[in-house]
């Protein structure tokens, strides 16, 4: 589960008369691509969704295509609607804007008010002992979902709504692309390392280090998982 995605349904119904149908049927959908249920390259069958759900295919149709918007699927004329395969090249370039976007989510982050840079501090330190008791446990998946929350809390921070928006649609199009290799060891004692030295700049008001750092950890991430991973196949790029 992605940091900004919720199991408690009384939240999902709260918001039900404010949606219309297709964004429910795309927030379903969305779960079931970021589940890995759909993984990438697998044709999903409108039909059968609209008959899972009881809905018409009008609704299906409407949110698969504000899917194929936010890079998540894409349609082939005449052959159906695919869960986007990312290539390597792809990968990069979301690493790339990535890394610019948690650089300055970081810098927003360290200069903070006292009281709320020591709350989001806390948050990072509590984050960090997370990753630490699963590095040593060698439990790649909570050490993933860990990370993704320590920078999303720094993005959340950053309190910029089209920030967010956008570092969340890159980092949906990463993780399903890194669905296949999350029980992978890649580099989690040197990510830490790197995780602690972020929480520090914070903690010290030093925006301008820890806006180096987190563009710094977040390139060095990426160049971890294409020397760790085979990256010749095209449905193995890679995020972090």
Known sequence: ML?????????????VRDMSLAKLVRDNMLGLILSGELGPGQRIN??????????????????????????????????????RVLLPKEVSELYELRSVLDAHAGRRGAGLADTARRRLVKTLSGLTRAMN??????????????NLAFHWAIVEAADNDTLARTYRGIVQQLHVSRLK???????MQISLVEHRQIVEAIAAGDAGRAESL????????????????????????RPS
């Open 133 to 146: 008791a699963n590095a040593r446990q060698r439990d790649v998946q909570a050490y993933y979902a860990n």
């Open 3 to 15: 940091p900004w995605q919720t199991e408690d349904s009384s939240q999902l119904l709260a918001g």
């Open 46 to 83: 409108e039909p059968d969704i609209a008959a899972r759900l009881q809905v018409s295919r009008v609704p299906v149709r409407e949110a698969l295509r504000e899917l194929e918007s936010t890079g998540l699927v894409a349609a082939r004329k005449n052959v159906g609607v695919f869960v």
């Open 214 to 237: 987190l563009a710094a950890h977040v390139t060095a991430a990426h160049g971890r998982l294409v020397e760790r991973l085979d990256v010749s196949e095209p449905s193995e790029g």
């Open 181 to 187: 290799n999350l029980s992978r060891d890649i580099g």
